[in-house]
């Protein structure tokens, strides 16, 4: 559950894993997106603008390491350890640029 510490008289979300328990959550410097792991195979990205409900999974191969954001929030990062393919994935943001349809 995510909970709001002004009004904890209900949770904003219930958000879960799919294997296992959430081992680590961060958010990103300019606070609109949260990501959370699970101790293996699986990291989770929510929009917080959103209220949690647009999300991506990401389907990894290992345990997780750590997840982190780069300070301007374009891209995302997943240590895995692992002992063969022990790795640092980097995920760049993807920007739909709407204004170029009025081009065509």
């Known amino acids: 559950r995510l909970w709001d510490v002004r009004k904890l008289s209900s949770s904003l979300a219930v958000l879960k894993g799919r294997m296992g328990a959430i081992r680590s959550i961060r958010f990103s410097s300019d606070g609109r997106f949260m990501a959370m792991a699970e101790p293996a195979d699986f990291v989770h990205l929510y929009d917080t603008r959103q209220n949690y409900t647009k999300s991506q999974e990401i389907d ?45």
């Open 60 to 104: 990894i191969f290992g345990e997780v390491a750590g997840i982190s954001f780069s300070p301007d929030t374009e891209a995302f990062f997943v240590g895995v350890a692992d002992r063969t393919y022990g790795s640092l994935l980097e995920f760049n943001r993807r920007r739909m640029n709407y204004y170029l349809d009025s081009i065509l």
